[in-house]
């Protein structure tokens, strides 16, 4: 009976957890900006402490287990019994999984929209405004190609740029960065044009293995943004560019969309992002 309760409750939890419209100011105040931020230092601060990526073990483990124990239970109960109990199974496994999965990060997608946070007006997007980013992108890809190639940008200093952002964007306290792994997911990676993860479980940062000197720090703070509890694809690139570009103002406003095409950052020394490098998933 006990058992039974346990379960519904987990039923039921996960059922609101998915459809449950929560107030975004609560999931912010409550979640993005009070337990969340803890719960990032202790996990990712745990996961640096190995070189491997940790999540392989997860994902390698619940492969296996699911098959010993997919080939038990048709053995011993036949195909439709031992069928019906596996599903049964795999429900509860979804349901459990989702609820870490909302605890660890997942509610970030609940949170206020940065839109909603920033003083963005929609009104300058316009066709024109887009056409004049590309051509001054096109321009500083070709002036600025061969300096973006000198020297690979250290972690350090890709560490102090992306404090920059995270505090200027309003972050409680600095983000523990993730130290880049690759994992065994690489081949797929590679194949889907995938170019990092985070590991929502334990707070993990996963890279592609191909990635060049000029890529990697560009998808590294796309994936440090995500370990920041920016959940939406969109906000983590906003906030990778912005660890590029540390502190934009008006006068600056064309050379800071220049280096948002190269991934260069000022002053000199730095490189980034290979020109249309936005495929960064988690
Ligand atoms: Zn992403």
């Known amino acids: 009976m006990i058992r039974r309760v346990a379960w519904a409750t987990v039923y039921t939890l996960a059922l609101a957890g998915a459809l449950a419209p929560l107030p975004s100011w609560q999931v912010e105040r409550w979640y993005s900006r009070g337990l ?64 870490v999965f909302l605890a660890a990060w997942g509610l970030n997608y609940r949170r206020v929209a940065l839109t909603e946070k920033l003083a963005f007006d929609p009104g300058r997007v316009t066709r024109a405004a887009a056409s004049r980013l590309g051509e001054d992108n096109a321009a500083a890809m070709n002036r600025l190609y061969a300096r973006a190639h000198e020297t690979p940008e250290s972690l350090s200093s890709l560490t102090a740029a992306f404090e920059d952002a995270v505090i200027a964007l309003g972050a409680p306290r600095p983000v523990v960065p993730g130290r880049p792994k690759t994992t065994l997911l690489g081949g797929y990676f590679h194949e889907t044009s995938v170019a990092g993860m985070t590991d929502p479980f334990l707070l993990e ?74 495929t960064t998933r988690s």
């Open 36 to 99: 969340y931020p803890l719960l990032q230092r202790v996990l990712t601060t745990a996961s640096n402490a190995v070189p491997f990526a940790l999540f392989d073990i997860l994902w390698v483990g619940a492969v296996a287990a699911a098959a010993a124990v997919s080939y038990r239970r048709i053995r011993s109960a036949g195909w439709r019994s031992g069928g019906r109990r596996l599903a049964m199974l795999a429900i509860r496994a979804a349901a459990v999984g989702y609820l």
């Open 205 to 278: 940062t996963l890279v592609a293995p191909d990635l060049l000197d000029v890529e990697r720090p560009f998808v590294i703070a796309h994936e440090w943004a995500h370990l920041a509890g920016y959940a939406d694809e969109s906000e983590a690139n906003f906030v990778a560019w912005r660890s590029r570009c540390p502190r934009p103002s008006t006068s600056d406003r064309g050379s800071t969309s220049s280096r948002f095409a190269t991934g260069i950052r000022e002053p000199a020394g730095c490189c980034g992002s290979r020109p249309g490098m936005g």
